[in-house]
């Protein structure tokens, strides 16, 4: 039940750090326009790589980490200020390379300041640490409060395009403190540091091997939009964003299992339990198979709707960008399964290195072609092409460690689920009117269907949750 809670609170957690820019999109579409919405999203895809060197693959490298010496508080507390001190040293480096960026670069200087708010939150950031002992709760509730003045801020500050900055400020700072607010927490866990006898770069180099890989995925992440905006315009990188924004915000609630996953896995690897190991990979990738699967069909049925409700007419490209990049979700969730929850806590970190470097050399190739061809449309068949060939890669990577029958136990079945829910809904959404009413209708009625079908079809995680259940009961 742990594992559970831990995973019910990620999810709300990681959804709800998505929800802010969720719920302010519409009025935002409105107040700022393309123009505004592109501007913002290309100088925040600049800033993203500043703040991922200066952070050094420390959210998954701490995470395992605390997670490997949580048991002894001794080790706790030195490692904790070891990881930490690393990375407000290599944040601040981060900073100098970004304000000699600036010399360089002729425009949105005020917009990339009011962004390097962003890159100065980083170093803060400590929620690798609770993830490692699994208090997943702590991060939830001390966000929550953050979140919502975040909220008052946008609907009160930011009137028009003219308060574009002034919307950049509210989001940065809200991270910083956000942040911030998570340190007082620590004193539950830790003690006092002892500068003597720590050593803070012995953790740079296995922090650095993890950072190979988040640099490829954050290239396949922020790359598209940093491309648009460069080879096509601003307008498209907007409209991308729009899209993707969509996408994360509907992966959060799966790719949460990977988060919370870690560092069980982590400990139970350390406990030399292999086979367990293996138990809990065949668990959780029928169950974001079970998540995703709905999720990719069901936002594919209904953008045609939900586009012009929700980002206004203005918006119509962002559509067939969606129903494109909604494949994302099935491939990322089966990634996300294999690298997250087992190849990095049974240290396999290498084929998860090779797996998001050959998807962000997929992506670049892919992208310029495709880009040119069709622009947003473009990328996003790029970042699908580029999530399938890092899924395949983890699939032939683990082919002698798992069976994988018990991989794909029922996978067919959520699948055929999904396609049938796809038609159903589909069709309801070319012959209802465009209403709100109507989309929370399509919706619910995906929901009940896909979950009748899985019933019909006998699959194993509705026998498993019934059973789960009755336990705790």
Excluded at 304 to 322: C, E, N, Y
Aim: glycine share 4%.
């Amino acid at each position: 039940m742990r594992v559970i809670k831990n995973y019910l609170y990620n999810a709300f957690y990681q959804v709800f750090i998505l929800l802010v820019p969720l719920i302010t999109t519409p009025y935002l579409s409105r107040v700022l326009g393309p123009t505004g919405v592109g501007i913002n999203s290309y100088t925040n895809s600049i800033i993203q790589y500043f703040i991922l060197f200066g952070s050094v693959g420390v959210n998954l490298y701490g995470n395992r980490q605390v997670a490997f010496v949580r048991d002894d508080k001794c080790k706790l507390t030195r490692t904790f200020y070891e990881i930490f001190s690393m990375r407000v040293l290599t944040v601040i480096l981060a900073y100098v390379a970004f304000l000699i960026f600036l010399m360089f670069t002729h425009q949105y200087h005020v917009y990339y300041l009011a962004q390097s708010v962003s890159l100065v939150a980083a170093a803060f950031d400590i929620s690798w640490f609770f993830m490692g002992v699994e208090n997943f709760a702590v991060t939830v509730l001390r966000n929550f409060i953050v979140k919502i003045i975040t909220l008052i801020s946008i609907f009160t500050f930011v009137k028009s395009y003219s308060d574009l900055t002034t919307y950049i400020l509210i989001l940065s700072l809200s991270l910083l403190i956000g942040n911030i607010t998570l340190f007082p927490s620590l004193r539950r866990y830790i003690g006092r540091p002892v500068i003597k006898g720590m050593h803070i770069f012995k953790h740079f180099w296995p922090s650095l091997v993890l950072f190979v890989p988040q640099i490829a995925t954050q290239i396949y992440l922020v790359l598209n939009k940093t491309m648009l905006g460069s080879m096509t315009s601003v307008q498209a990188a907007g409209y991308f964003d729009q899209s993707d924004k969509m996408v994360k915000m509907v992966l959060a609630i799966v790719t949460a299992t990977g988060t919370v996953m870690l560092p069980h896995v982590a400990n139970a690897f350390a406990n030399g339990e292999h086979e367990k190991t293996k138990r809990y990979l065949s668990k959780s990738f029928s169950f974001v198979t079970a998540m995703s699967v709905p999720m990719t069909f069901g936002l594919m049925a209904v953008a045609h709707k939900f586009v012009p409700l929700f980002f206004t007419a203005r918006f119509l490209s962002v559509t067939p960008i969606m129903t494109i990049e909604a494949i994302v979700i099935l491939l990322i969730a089966w990634s996300n399964a294999i690298g997250t929850q087992y190849l990095l806590p049974t240290k396999q970190t290498k084929a998860y290195t090779t797996s998001v470097i050959v998807g962000a050399i997929v992506n670049l190739i892919m992208n310029i072609p495709l880009i040119i061809l069709w622009g947003a449309i473009g990328a996003s068949m790029a970042t699908v092409l580029s999530e399938a060939s890092v899924t395949l890669y983890q699939l032939v990577a683990i082919k002698k460690q798992v069976d994988f029958k018990a991989l794909f136990t029922d996978t067919f079945k959520y699948l055929l689920a999904g396609v049938l829910m796809f038609v159903v809904v589909w069709q309801l959404d070319q012959h209802l009117p465009s209403t709100w009413l109507m989309l929370i209708v399509e919706v619910i009625l995906g929901i009940l269907l896909y979950a009748l079908l899985l019933v019909v079809f006998r699959v194993k995680l509705i026998h498993e949750a019934k059973a789960i259940l009755k336990d705790h009961h």
